[in-house]
């Protein structure tokens, strides 16, 4: 199978089972092998009390993208851990879009940087690095007519 192919299933998949992502509105925009881009726009469920966006919804987002990003490879795989910086605030109503980019693959390991911008002027929101981890299993499990079973 195509390796775009198969990413673009596979994000298809984990995003059926992705309840945290549909109830916050994130969107999967683009999937590729190694990278993903995600977007969600800032309610007034995610300000905190100075006003601003949460720093764990910032993350979140950013954690979203790395993990469509890493497991485009059917094999699944999760975080080993992660770091964000938080370069400036995202305010309600701002829609972001987090980028994320494989740097590189090692033997079960994985390091993909994201970045997250504010739609509206592509101003830097938060820089993210997550190391990955894969596991013994495959995204798309056992398939039949393209569902997994």
Not at 118 to 140: C, K, N, P, T, Y
């Amino acid at each position: 199978m195509d390796a775009e192919v198969l990413a673009r299933r596979c994000a298809a998949v984990m995003y059926e089972r992705d309840r945290a992502s549909q109830r916050l509105g994130i969107e999967i925009e683009d999937v590729g092998p190694g990278r993903a881009s995600a977007r969600m726009r800032v309610t007034a469920e995610m300000v905190n009390g100075h006003d601003i966006a949460h720093g764990g919804y910032v993350f979140l987002l950013a954690d979203d993208a790395f993990a469509f990003a890493c497991n485009t490879y059917d094999q699944v795989t999760v975080a080993a851990a992660a770091e964000v910086v938080f370069v400036r605030p995202a305010r309600l109503g701002d829609e972001l879009v987090a980028e994320a980019a494989e740097r590189t693959r090692y033997g079960r390991n994985g390091i993909y940087d994201v970045t997250v911008r504010r739609a509206a002027d592509g101003a830097v929101i938060a820089e993210f690095r997550g190391h990955g981890r894969s596991q013994d299993r495959r995204v798309l499990g056992d398939q039949i007519s393209g569902r997994v079973r």
